[in-house]
């Protein structure tokens, strides 16, 4: 019986880790990891976007902008919890990429947001996403969609 639960276990982590195999990309100094988003369901008009961004230079950079085919408007936002409740904000200025750094963007935390989604994200999908930095320029990355069950954000609406 045990056996059985532990070798459901194992296969189950074996499925979810395998998309993190997905993609590295270096732009300069900079290292970015694993994109990805999750699916979305009909109509869904928004979607979020994670990735860890490390700064291997001596020099900081930011992320100032993206955007994708798929999306009207890509926005950079960050989770806070004001009141007892989760809210996001878009950060207009950008996100700091500190030199030496690694910047996760997280379920929960800083994330991109795909705002007026053109078609749903499919499981599977590689999502072309054009992220530009501020010394760096421009870097096209592919972000490998997720079930929706990958994570789950506990709450967070827009203004
Ligand atoms: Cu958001």
Request: hydrophobic share 40%; glycine share 10%; charged share 20%.
């Amino acid at each position: 019986m045990h056996i059985t639960t532990r070798a459901a276990l194992a296969a189950s982590l074996f499925a979810a880790a395998t998309p993190l195999l997905a993609q590295l990309v270096t732009a300069g100094p900079l290292r970015i990891d694993q994109p990805w988003s999750r699916q979305t369901a009909p109509g869904q008009k928004a979607g979020g976007g994670f990735l860890n961004i490390t700064n291997q230079g001596r020099i900081d950079d930011r992320l100032i902008a993206a955007s994708s085919p798929i999306a009207n408007e890509v926005q950079i936002h960050r989770m806070t919890v004001e009141d007892g409740v989760m809210k996001m904000r878009q950060m207009t200025d950008g996100l700091a990429l500190p030199a030496g750094k690694t910047v996760a963007l997280k379920p929960g935390g800083y994330h991109l947001m795909f705002m007026g989604l053109k078609r749903p994200l499919e499981l599977g999908d590689n999502i072309p996403v054009t992220l530009r930095f501020q010394r760096q320029g421009a870097v096209t990355v592919r972000f490998k969609v997720r079930p929706i069950t990958a994570t789950s954000v506990s709450g967070g609406r827009h203004d």
